[in-house]
């Protein structure tokens, strides 16, 4: 595996349902992101994890739950969702923080909420 | 607040340039970046301008001017797989990424 990878691709859950979501780094970065996508926003930071550290909470609500057990791996857990979580949640990870730095995504996983 | 501005959907023909704009208003600079993201996949890194001035990759420049608070991404000799989003993301005093909502490049043949 190389780059950022990003499971499930796709998860369909009901509002009363507790699921993970699962992001893994190869690239040796220090940084790793979680976003939310939605159709025609900007991306929304919701995480930020620098030397599996968190750095940046963006008032994200508690159902969503961040843990960052080494600096290549990073959950997004999941619980007591409502619809309009439904969103692209995709994961990032950069060299570090500092200006230059690109960040590198995974592919996503498309999450709805029934 | 915080604010990045670009077009929501433009179209250009296959083989013609095409500039995509975006304006912001941030509390602080430390660098702007362009990103292409085609549907259904992650967005990838495209350019990074922190000096005013032009940065030319390829088929790709990007343009910035901090007094003004704005970019372009001028794309050249332009491929249907070129059709994607564009995303202009600027890094503010807090080094936090500030993202537009994306601009959609239709190529048409």
């Known amino acids: 595996e190389t780059g950022v990878t990003q499971t499930p691709r796709h998860l369909v859950m009901g509002m009363t349902n507790k699921k993970s979501l699962k992001c893994e780094q190869h690239?040796?970065?220090?940084?790793m992101y979680w976003y939310k996508q939605s159709a025609k926003k900007p991306l929304e930071l919701m995480f930020v994890?620098?030397?599996?550290?968190?750095?940046e909470n963006n008032s994200v609500p508690s159902r969503f739950s961040p843990e960052c057990p080494n600096s290549s791996h990073l959950f997004l857990h999941l619980h007591t969702l409502q619809p309009e979580d439904s969103a692209l949640y995709l994961c990032a990870s950069s060299q570090g923080q500092d200006s230059s730095y690109e960040q590198y995504f995974g592919p996503g996983t498309r999450l709805t909420v029934t | 607040g915080q604010n990045i501005d670009q077009p929501t959907e433009m179209t250009a023909t296959e083989g013609a340039i095409v500039q995509i704009n975006c304006t912001y208003q941030?509390?602080?600079?430390?660098?702007l970046f362009w990103y292409q993201q085609h549907a259904g996949e992650a967005p990838t890194f495209l350019s990074y301008n922190v000096l005013d001035g032009l940065e030319e990759k390829g088929r790709f420049s990007s343009f910035l001017s901090r007094s003004k608070g704005y970019s372009y991404l001028l794309l050249k000799e332009l491929q249907m797989k070129d059709s994607a989003s564009y995303l202009c993301a600027v890094r503010d005093s807090n080094y936090q990424l500030i993202w537009g909502a994306g601009t959609k490049l239709i190529i048409k043949p």
């Open positions: 994890y620098n030397f599996k550290e968190q750095t």
């Open positions: 690239l040796g970065h220090n940084a």
């Open positions: 941030t509390s602080g600079f430390n660098g």
